[in-house]
């Protein structure tokens, strides 16, 4: 292995001020994208990537973008720090905003990305199961036989395939997130458990529902570190649809959670720990949520 502090090959080092330029270059066998660098810079140092290409996209005045009107969009090049002092986000996206400020240091949320995060597709990627209830879409673009940039949009939910893996082609880019506006008599919340603050989620949950007075109209809910990718889970939330909000009569049904979720031993928990807890988490998570959608909660 070598010395981490020191990037040990030769690359070429691009800058385009232009998406299509981008793009371009992404054509080239061998380009890796470069917008905060937290995960990529290790990956080179420690030899796990050895790119021909670097195309930095910092920029690129259209990823910058971060909006907060009719609903929440985040551009590629958006710093988690930038989300995490963002007074909207805190109040309207509070599941959102408990993830990302839960991710690493301040030093790495000075540097590192939201869409960073999503594409490095780590299990336990803490910004991913918030989003996933929050109804989250990801913009990709990529070049056309006819060199136009083409668009998809995707639930961020199907952009994941395994650990370290989406859908995303070596040829495109994952240029913004987009998060529908809360409606009235909803909330959502995010928690984990990790060994200490900053590391990474031994298992986490979180929560989006629509209340009707006493009663859980809709509810999502997704796990993190419980599984090959972060995960919904259905059959505890149909389960808990149209039920009263009652912690002791819907003990029952949060205990479903444990056949939602496939955690596996691993450095920093064992999967019989996860199964363990995954009720436990998503009781106090719902609660909050709950409480956040106006409800009134009941010890």
């Not at 670097?54 to 910058?64: F, H, M, P």
């Not at 710093?79 to 909207?88: G, Q, R, S, V």
């Not at 036989?145 to 859908?167: H, M, N, W």
């Not at 298992?203 to 809709?218: G, Q």
């Amino acid at each position: 292995m070598n010395d981490t502090k020191y990037i040990g090959i030769e690359f070429n080092y691009y800058r385009p001020e232009s998406l299509k330029a981008v793009l371009e270059k992404l054509k080239e066998d061998g380009s890796k994208i470069l917008a905060g660098g937290t995960d990529l810079l290790v990956r080179i140092k420690t030899d796990m990537e050895k790119p021909k290409n670097i195309v930095e996209i910092t920029g690129v005045k259209e990823l910058s973008v971060l909006e907060t009107n009719n609903e929440l969009i985040i551009g590629a090049v958006v710093k988690l720090f930038e989300i995490e002092k963002n007074d909207t986000i805190r109040k309207m996206y509070p599941s959102l905003y408990e993830a990302v400020k839960s991710i690493g240091g301040k030093q790495i949320r000075n540097m590192a990305t939201l869409t960073g995060n999503l594409c490095n597709a780590s299990p336990g990627a803490d910004s991913a199961p918030p989003l996933i209830v929050l109804g989250a879409n990801v913009e990709i673009k990529t070049l056309n036989e006819k060199s136009e940039i083409a668009r998809r949009l995707i639930p961020l939910e199907d952009f994941f395939t395994g650990p370290g893996k989406t859908i995303l082609g070596a040829k495109e880019i994952l240029t913004k997130v987009i998060v529908p506006k809360p409606q009235e008599n909803t909330g959502s919340a995010f928690k984990k458990i990790a060994r200490v603050n900053l590391d990474i989620s031994k298992i986490s949950c979180a929560v989006f529902l629509e209340r009707k007075e006493r009663v859980i109209k809709e509810i999502r809910i997704a796990v993190g570190a419980a599984a090959a990718t972060p995960v919904r889970a259905y059959q505890t939330e149909k389960a808990l649809t149209g039920k009263e909000y009652d912690l002791t009569k819907i003990q029952k049904n949060l205990a479903l959670i444990e056949s939602d979720i496939s955690p596996i031993t691993d450095v920093r928990s064992t999967a019989e720990y996860r199964k363990e807890v995954a009720p436990i988490l998503l009781k106090d998570t719902l609660k909050l949520a709950w409480e956040r959608a106006g409800g009134e909660v009941l010890i």
